[in-house]
């Protein structure tokens, strides 16, 4: 691709990211223990549990579909 090509990686950028926010609104913890995961989707639900418990490693259990159209209005 040539020297002029800067690849990123979506994971390293996205990590970044949240750390920047975290920082900004002072949300660190120190606590180890493991919280509670809600995920969100616009697509379908179960297609998703099923790539997230792969890469995940365990089990999903809540996982609800949003309509988009609905959050912006």
């Keep these: 691709m040539g020297e002029r090509v800067k ?18 609104f ?18 379908i639900p179960m297609k998703f549990k099923e790539v997230a418990e792969l890469f995940l490693g365990k ?3 809540d996982v609800q579909k949003v309509d ?3 959050l912006v209005e």
Excluded: C, P, W
């Design 26 to 43: 002072d949300l660190h913890t120190n606590n180890f223990a493991m919280g509670n995961h809600s995920f969100y989707v616009s697509d």
């Design 7 to 24: 690849l990123i990686d979506s994971g390293i950028a996205a990590a970044e990211s949240v750390k920047m926010e975290l920082d900004r």
């Design 68 to 70: 988009l159209e609905t």
């Design 59 to 61: 089990q999903i259990t």
